[in-house]
Structure formats: C-alpha cells, structure tokens
C-alpha cells in the first residue's frame, strides 16, 4: 500500500521558484508521470518525495503519514536514474543483490530475490557479467531489477530510458509498463517525452516554470487540454493554434474563415490537430485556402502544411495526396473537434 498526498509543497532556493504549490493525491498503485520542458521542476518534485531534497513549504504524506522529516533510507521509495550508477567491479548479480545487503536484509533469502528480479528484466543470462561488459539497455535493467529487488513501496523514475537509443527506448518503455502492471508498486516517472508520458501513464501531471499545468488521464490531456501550453506539449505534431478574432460566430486569420464557433467577439485563438481536419477534393472551399508551405510523407499518410502568418498549420491527407509546395491547397476544419483558448491568457475556453 502506498498512497503519496502532496499538500501544497513548494520548493524555493533563495528567491528563485524551482517547484510551487504542487498538490496531489496519487493513488496507491498509480502510474504517475511528470511531464514538462526542461527545468520546470519535474526533478525537484521527485527529489522531494524521495527525501533528498526539502520541501521549503507543505507536506508529503505516505499512507497518511507524514514523511517530510524522514531520511531517504527510511521511506520505503526505490529509485532509478538516467545514469544507471552500477558499481563496475561487481557484475550484474552482486548489483542487483547489492541493496538487500545493505538493508540487512535475510541473506538465506537474497539468490531467491536476485534471481526473480534478474527474471522479471530478462537478465538470467547475464548475471556473471560486469556492467562494462553490458550494452545501454542491459544496463537500465539491471538498475531496474536493482530497484525491484527490494521490493518498495514506491518507484521514483527519473528519465530511465533517455541514454537509449530510439528502438530500445520503445522496447524498454514496453518492459517497464508491463512490470509495472505486474508489480503493481505506486510509481512516480519523470520524462520530458510526451510520446512515453502518453504510453505509460495512468495519469500525468504537465509542468510549466514550477507549476502544473494540468493533471489527467493522456486521453483527457489530450482531447481537452486545459491552455494552449499543453495543448502544444501534447501531441505529434503539436495542436494547431491559429491566431485571429471572432465576430458573430465566424473567426478569422490569414487564409482563414470558420463558421459556427459559439464564443464571445473578439481575439481569440483556435486549435486543432491535425488529424481533425482534411484536404477538400471536391472543388468545393474549406475553411483554410493557402499556398502549401510543405508536404512530408510518413507512409501511413502525408502531412500538409500551409502558414498563415507565420504560424504552420499542419493537417493529415491521405498517402496518396500529392501536390507541389505553393500550390494552394483547401482544408476543412472538423468543428467539432475545435478548441478555443483565451487570446491573452491561453486558457481554454468554454468545453
Ligand atoms: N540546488 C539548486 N539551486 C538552485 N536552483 C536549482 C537547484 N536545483 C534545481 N534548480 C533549478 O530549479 C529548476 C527546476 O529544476 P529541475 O531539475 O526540477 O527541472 P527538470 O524539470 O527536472 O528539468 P530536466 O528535464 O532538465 O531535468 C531549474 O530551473 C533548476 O535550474
């Protein structure tokens, strides 16, 4: 059981903000992921949940207690770094036995341990090597198995899959969601990629400057993003964000006119991705007429974009769309799948 409240807890170095006012409740045997640029406090959090860095204001209870005077030792949380921290002249199986030493704990029980967590990564094979005889991935593993092995309450991630290569990334990314169902262990991961927020989260927390931005499921964040920061975090490509002003319902920009929008006159931007709009075939006008800026194929399909002062807008055609760059192309804009954000603020507007 391992249900971690964040009350209010701020993180401060002199007058600089590093982490303010985060307050959450995460479930016991939740997949929490903290998203965000770099620098905007996705460290810090975890660092303050681990112990290893103070809270300068609010609590951090575990289970209801509260655990902000306790030594990292004592608070039950296995974690695992970018950097993998193997020691070198032990191999891989004195590592992943190296944490039930130090925590006294039974030695007639640690080959049973060593040997199911080493299993759990697919490193049976391996044990008797050195960390230097170990490719990248194998390494993440075996701080993996390092951190199961004993079995906690709580696994804090912090970017473990970012000194990987692109295909192991995805490989591991997959190992570590099915351990994770598996252990079924509270576990708090930090990334910078939303592509790996979106897979493996069941929740995620988006932070801009020290401060969430939005928590929600990655279907919530991405089908109702809360202001155009997230909007333009989540997603490959981002939301489209056009710039223009309302009047009577029909919104405006360069190249552009949309029927139907229920918002008050005046600035306001609008958003939508690119899967939610099409390039009209039939003669017929959309709601954006512009010269294309740039066609890429991606296989399943190609990506059409056109800029309308200085803002690229990107929609997806079919595989087969083909045109020339500069040929003025048409797009219909799905309206129901519109968002619509505070000019000034960013902020969503309405549903
Ligand atoms: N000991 C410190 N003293 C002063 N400022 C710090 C300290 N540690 C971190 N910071 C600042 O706090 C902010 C948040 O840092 P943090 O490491 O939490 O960011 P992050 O979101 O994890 O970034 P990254 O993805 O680059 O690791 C940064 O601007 C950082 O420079």
Sequence with gaps: M?????RNISKRWGSFVGVENFDLTIADKEFLVLLGPSGCGKTTTMRMIAGLEDATEGDILVDGTKVNDLEPKDRDVAMVFQSYALYPNMNVYENIRFPLKVRGIDPKTHDEKVRRASAM???????????????????QRVALARAIVREPN???MDEPLS?????LRVSTRAQ???????????????THDQIEAMTLADRVVIMKQGVVQQVGTPVEIYDRPANTFVASFIG???MNLIEGSIENGVFRAKYTEVHGLDAPDGP????FRAED???VHDGSKGEINAPIYTLELLGDSTMVSVRLAGQLVSVKADKTFRAEIDDTVSLHIHTDHCHLFDAKTGARLGE
């Design 2 to 6: 391992a249900e971690i409240q964040l």
């Design 121 to 139: 990564v697919e490193l049976d094979d391996f044990l008797h090597r050195k960390p230097a005889e170990l490719s990248g991935g194998q390494r």
């Design 154 to 156: 709580v696994f804090l």
């Design 163 to 167: 000194n990987l290569d692109a295909k």
């Design 176 to 190: 570590i969601k099915n351990l994770s169902h598996e252990l079924a262990v509270t576990t708090i991961y930090v």
């Design 236 to 238: 490959s490509p981002a």
């Design 268 to 271: 306001i931007t609008l958003g």
């Design 277 to 279: 709009a099409s390039v």
